[in-house]
Each structure stands twice: as structure tokens, then as C-alpha cells.
């Protein structure tokens, strides 16, 4: 179950490179290439190949550990999900949730998360998360004026009070 859910994220985060591609340029050393099923035509060219930045550097990363006790914490709970209180952080589902690409109320978490997630690419790069220039740290402080790293510093700024 678990290497399917992993699969199943990273053939998400595949689609989200492959939209992304046609939109917006960015530059990686070494980037990626997959091969994916071109759109419906009326006459198929054939495979595409779809460059996706920094994909190698991701899978290598914790954010893609489908086995690490950051996203199992909760496997054996009941009910088994990722609780709103830690699902921004520990879940692709639930970060959308929080900065709102999800369509929800941004700032909060709505839902609890599904088991069995990880922090993949479109957790932190979609529509919502490209505008965000402020953070809201634990104690409460607003940091504004923000750019790229306002994204990463929702999580990784230490734990939240509980």
C-alpha cells in the first residue's frame, strides 16, 4: 500500500511538472527527463519528454521518504489519518489545505490529511503558494515581505505549540 501511495504521489507530482512545463521555465543543473504520454490529438507524435526540475534532488530528499516516521506517525491511530494540527506539515494534502490552493479558508487546516502522503512538488509550488510573501510563526509573529522561502518556513521553523 505504502509503495502505491508513493507511486501514486510521484505520478502526481509527474502531471503537475508536465502542466507546469507549458507555463513557466526553470532552470536546474542536471534536471530530470521523463517520458510521458503526449495530450488527446487527432494524430499522436509519439512520447513527450517532460524536464522536471530538481526531481532527482526530491526523491533524494526527506520530503520523498514515503517510509519515514514523519508520515507513519499516525498509521496505527484511529482513526488512521494525519490530524489538522500536524497535517500542514506532514502532508501534501494538508499544506495545500493550509495555504489555501485547496480553496479553503488559507491559514488553517480544514481537514484532517490521508495516511500515507508526502510533501510533494505541488504541495509547495501551486497557484496559492506563488503569491505567499508572509509566514505566521508560532509564537504568533508575522514575518512579511517575504519571497520563495516563506514556503519552506511553514514547517520548517520548529514545532508548533501544542
Known amino acids: 500500500m505504502k509503495r502505491f501511495l508513493f507511486l501514486a504521489s510521484v505520478v502526481a507530482v509527474l502531471c ?13 543543473s542536471e ?12 494524430e499522436p507524435t ?3 519528454t517532460v524536464t522536471v526540475p530538481f526531481l532527482e534532488e526530491w526523491l533524494g530528499s526527506g520530503h520523498a521518504d514515503v517510509t519515514a516516521e514523519a508520515f507513519n506517525h499516525w498509521n ?4 488512521a489519518e494525519v490530524p489538522p494540527e500536524c497535517a500542514k506539515c506532514h502532508s501534501s ?19 484532517a490529511a490521508p495516511i500515507g502522503s508526502v510533501v510533494d512538488c505541488v504541495a509547495c509550488h501551486n ?6 510573501e508572509s509566514v505566521i510563526m508560532p509564537s504568533g509573529l508575522v514575518i512579511e515581505h517575504l519571497g520563495d ?3 519552506c518556513m511553514e514547517c520548517h521553523q520548529g514545532p508548533s505549540p501544542r
Open 46 to 48: 509519439g512520447p513527450m
Open 76 to 79: 496505527e491511530d484511529d482513526p
Open 149 to 151: 522561502e516563506s514556503r
Open 127 to 132: 497557484d496559492a503558494t506563488l503569491v505567499k
Open 93 to 111: 494534502a494538508g499544506y495545500q489545505d493550509y495555504v489555501g490552493a485547496d480553496g479553503s479558508e488559507a491559514n488553517k487546516v480544514d481537514a
Open 16 to 28: 503537475f511538472a508536465f502542466m507546469m512545463s507549458f507555463g513557466t521555465a526553470a532552470a536546474a
Open 31 to 42: 534536471p530530470a527527463a521523463v517520458a510521458v504520454a503526449p495530450a488527446q490529438e487527432a
